[in-house]
């Protein structure tokens, strides 16, 4: 008949007769491969699916082979001593990841589940095993895992640079100052990134010595460019005019400048001059916006050297300095410290205050400019993770009479 469509024009008959293929069909094509084996291991029943990854013909594999043959070295050990003692024990495993060895030769990576099927009388007959074919995800896993390996590698040389370059920024060694003991100490927040916290101490003409400690805006590399050339330009300014308070009015200008009237990087600092004698040592000191220096009496008093109205080097181009002046006598010790120590937190997420800060150091008196900075080295390392911003330390001392610690 003209009008007569046969089954082949129509897409409807063709999509039923797909969904009516027999059941064979479907466990010998399936998308994964099917195995079946008697308790001993022997192969009865296999798809062509594992057939074709594996590259064997049906004879090869039923009733000659076991499941272990199928499996390399360390799979049939796994099987031996895992696998197999868990199957009988729960009468079903999945998920395993094992290698299958091709006929070639070749390794197929699998994921493998099977199940022990029982009879009519609850005896097990035969397991039933459900193969994956693992190669995609192995080759993610693997990629996956070069991608970490190089990332690691990038990371291990961002934390080289890192500490490399924080080391430009601080003295290899602080000189000796006579009649007196000097200690530095920096406790970085962070081995990826570069900190702006720096100090450093130099001689000047006569008996006079220089001194700073500051804290730089932001990190990284840019922080670390405006750290050296802040430390640049306090040692240049000190030898021009060693006056603590010019000192600071010269690095705010020179930052005010760099930066074009657009505050991109300030900083806190305390410059300080030292003028050792026969019986102590004068200080001289200037603040910027920085936490105020503190005095450890021989006593145990302890004497904050606040510096009211030290404005922020570099935020505003007619920046204020104020000078404060002091002395330190035998048993004496002078600290410097940046505000990443007073923003410390403990394990129960408490700041380390100030005032906790002053009675840690009355409680070591007497002391010394090493044991001072050993003591707060050590309080950093017991915060750990609380430490969210750099330190760095500097103290200074006169030995006392009956203490050379």
């Not at 530095?184 to 570069?194: I, K, L």
């Not at 000047?204 to 750290?227: E, H, I, Q, R």
């Not at 004496?332 to 840690?360: K, M, V």
């Not at 050590?378 to 760095?392: K, M, N, P, S």
Request: charged share 20%; aromatic share 6%.
């Amino acid at each position: 008949m003209n009008g007569a469509r046969s089954a082949r024009d129509d897409p409807g008959q063709d999509f039923s007769a797909l969904l009516e293929d027999s059941a064979e069909d479907l466990y010998d094509n399936a998308p994964c491969g099917y195995l079946s084996t008697l308790l001993d291991g022997t192969i009865v029943k296999v798809n062509a699916t594992l057939l074709g990854w594996l590259g064997y013909r049906r004879d090869e594999l039923v009733g000659t082979r076991r499941f272990t043959d199928l499996l390399t070295v360390g799979g049939r050990m796994y099987h031996e001593t895992h696998f197999a003692p868990l199957l009988r024990l729960q009468g079903e495993i999945g998920g395993i990841a094992l290698e299958l060895r091709a006929a070639a030769g070749r390794r197929l990576p699998v994921l493998v589940t099977s199940k022990v099927k029982t009879g009519g009388d609850g005896q097990a007959k035969l397991i039933r095993t459900t193969i994956f074919d693992a190669s995609d995800r192995r080759s993610y896993e693997e990629e996956l895992l070069r991608a970490r390996q190089a990332a690691e590698h990038d990371r291990d040389r961002l934390q080289r640079l890192a500490s490399t370059l924080q080391q430009t920024l601080l003295p290899p060694k602080l000189p000796d100052v006579p009649g007196m003991r000097v200690a530095g100490y920096y406790h970085p927040a962070s081995t990826d990134q570069v900190g702006g916290d720096f100090y450093d101490l130099f001689p000047l003409t006569g008996d006079t010595w220089a001194f700073f400690l500051g804290d730089v805006s932001g990190k990284g590399a840019s922080a670390a460019v405006v750290t050296s050339l802040t430390r640049y330009t306090l040692r240049a300014a000190a030898v021009h005019d060693p006056a603590p308070a010019a000192v600071l009015s010269a690095l705010n200008t020179v930052l005010n400048h760099e930066h074009q009237g657009v505050i991109k990087h300030f900083c806190t600092v305390i410059q300080g001059l030292l003028i050792p004698d026969a019986t102590g040592c004068e200080v001289v000191l200037a603040s910027g916006g920085h936490p105020p220096a503190l005095l450890i009496h021989a006593d145990g008093a302890l004497e904050v050297l606040d510096t009211p109205n030290g404005m922020l080097v570099g935020a505003l181009p007619d920046a204020h300095f104020t000078t404060v002046h002091t002395r330190l006598s035998p048993g004496d010790t002078l600290l410097l410290y940046t505000d990443g120590l007073i923003e410390a937190r403990s394990a129960r997420t408490t700041r380390f205050s100030e005032e906790q800060l002053q009675a840690h150091l009355s409680a070591l008196a007497p002391t010394s400019a090493p044991a001072v900075t050993d003591a707060l080295a050590e309080l950093l390392r017991q915060f750990g993770q609380g430490v969210d911003d750099d330190t760095a330390l500097l103290a200074f001392s006169i030995p006392s009479i009956t203490h050379h610690g």
